[in-house]
């Protein structure tokens, strides 16, 4: 009984000690983004459609440099998961997209809007430019798909 007694003090204090080390550092306890010391931002978005997802971190430092990972998760399909780098002007990212998709790397130019609690990426008709990176064709307007500020993880 003294075993079992002790043994399960052991747990929850190794139950409580992970759940107090597993806080992040990027956010305060309400879950804003939190200014390094170098001056960067940690910033996490999410968008849901359905069964899909769709999960943006990013890191925009004060020299206007950006990067962060993207990761698009479809319901029973393959996603692709990747790097994010590129450059803040203003309210608009451009970035390119590293990625693995079924196996294969690919490059993407992806153009996202910073507006309050949203970030906004630039969807449309891909076609395959200079070095092989994908862009949004010239001469289309792109479909803005929202993604809401979230906690970082």
Same mark, same amino acid.
Request: aromatic share 6%; charged share 25%; proline share 2%.
């Given at each position: 009984?003294?075993?079992?007694?002790?043994?399960?003090?052991?747990?929850?204090?190794?139950?409580?000690?992970?759940?107090?080390?597993?806080?992040?550092?990027?956010?305060?306890?309400?879950?804003?983004?939190?200014?390094?010391?170098?001056?960067?931002?940690?910033?996490?978005?999410?968008?849901?459609?359905?069964?899909?997802?769709? &999960?943006?971190?990013?890191?925009?430092? =004060?020299?206007?440099?950006?990067?962060? %990972?993207?990761? @698009?998760?479809?319901?029973? *399909?393959?996603?692709?998961?990747?790097?994010?780098?590129?450059?803040?002007?203003?309210?608009?990212?451009?970035?390119?997209?590293?990625?693995?998709?079924?196996?294969?790397?690919?490059?993407?130019?992806?153009?996202?809007?910073?507006?309050?609690?949203?970030?906004?990426?630039?969807?449309?008709?891909? &076609?395959?430019?200079?070095?092989?990176? =994908?862009?949004?064709?010239?001469?289309? %307007?792109?479909? @803005?798909?929202?993604?809401? *500020?979230?906690?970082?993880?």
């Amino acid at each position: 009984m003294k075993n079992l007694l002790f043994l399960s003090i052991g747990l929850l204090a190794f139950i409580s000690c992970k759940n107090t080390a597993s806080k992040d550092a990027t956010t305060d306890t309400k879950g804003a983004p939190v200014e390094a010391a170098n001056g960067a931002k940690s910033l996490c978005y999410l968008r849901v459609f359905g069964k899909d997802t769709t &999960t943006i971190n990013i890191t925009i430092n =004060l020299d206007g440099t950006v990067t962060g %990972t993207y990761d @698009w998760a479809p319901w029973e *399909k393959d996603g692709s998961t990747g790097t994010l780098k590129g450059r803040k002007q203003d309210d608009i990212l451009t970035l390119l997209y590293d990625y693995t998709i079924e196996g294969s790397n690919q490059q993407e130019e992806k153009i996202m809007k910073l507006t309050g609690d949203l970030l906004a990426e630039a969807e449309g008709e891909l &076609t395959e430019a200079e070095g092989g990176v =994908l862009k949004i064709k010239e001469g289309t %307007t792109p479909n @803005w798909k929202a993604l809401s *500020k979230v906690n970082c993880k």
